[in-house]
């Protein structure tokens, strides 16, 4: 039976995520923004919480741990190199790990950048990866510990994957990111489109996640610093993907 997945909002502008294995009954939240929606959502479905998968340590995405476990009998898993910034934690994983939530498989992929333990979840069988706040729809996050060369390298290592991939990360961010897009290549024909049917969805009040990362490899700025188009709306033509990609992530912060 196919995994499961649940998405909705948290916090001001959170998304919250549920992966659900229907053989075993086990259920993980990636990441916990805050309890109550999480609950709400276990509850709506019926599910009981097994598990949750950390990407990183900030506040964010670790309030809801410690009052979801004292609901739950849960089992936290988290990046080793944040653990002690993370309540509750009590597995640690490392880049090439996995871990398993009932029968789903989920392999860690180390991203260092937004922070330099980030992790993200790559569940191969069922195309889905939680990339917490290294990847968004059409961005990515901003770059606190680490620099934009290894960033760049984090990103490089998610566009690796299947482009039917879909992806789930931690912010609804998408029309924001769209408007810097647009700005960066007004006429890209297949972001404008993109653009207008991300308006739609919001202006009806829905998530725009999960995208794919086919979608992203077209469409996300972050992920095309490599091309000519890119580099010329920075000045930098011919410069190296990873210096166009710097620049652009210092547009995006005065954005």
Known sequence: MPAQIEVFPCRSDNIGVLIHDPATGATAAIDAPEANPILEVLAARNWSLTDILVTHKHADHVEGILPLK???????????????????????????????????????????????????????????????????????????????????????????????????????????????????????????????????????????????????KATNPFLRAGEPALAKAVSLENGRAADVFAALRRWKDKF
């Open 70 to 216: 004292d609901r739950y009998d849960i089992r936290v898993v988290g990046p080793g190199a944040e653990a002690d910034a993370i309540p509750g934690i009590d597995v640690t994983v490392h880049d090439g790990d996995v871990v398993k939530v009932g029968q789903l498989a989920a392999k860690v992929i180390a991203t260092p950048g937004h922070t330099a333990g980030h992790i993200a979840y790559w569940f191969e069988r069922e195309e889905a990866l939680f990339a917490g706040d290294t990847l968004f729809a059409l961005g990515c996050g901003r770059i606190f510990e680490n620099t934009p060369e290894e960033m760049w390298q984090s990103l490089q290592k998610l566009a690796a994957l299947p482009d039917a991939t879909r992806l789930y990360c931690g912010h609804e961010y998408t029309q924001s990111n769209a408007r810097f897009a647009l700005a960066v290549t007004p006429d890209d024909p297949a972001l404008r489109e993109r653009a207008a049917a991300i308006d739609a969805t919001r202006a009806a009040g829905k998530l725009t996640i999960p995208s794919t990362l086919g979608e992203e």
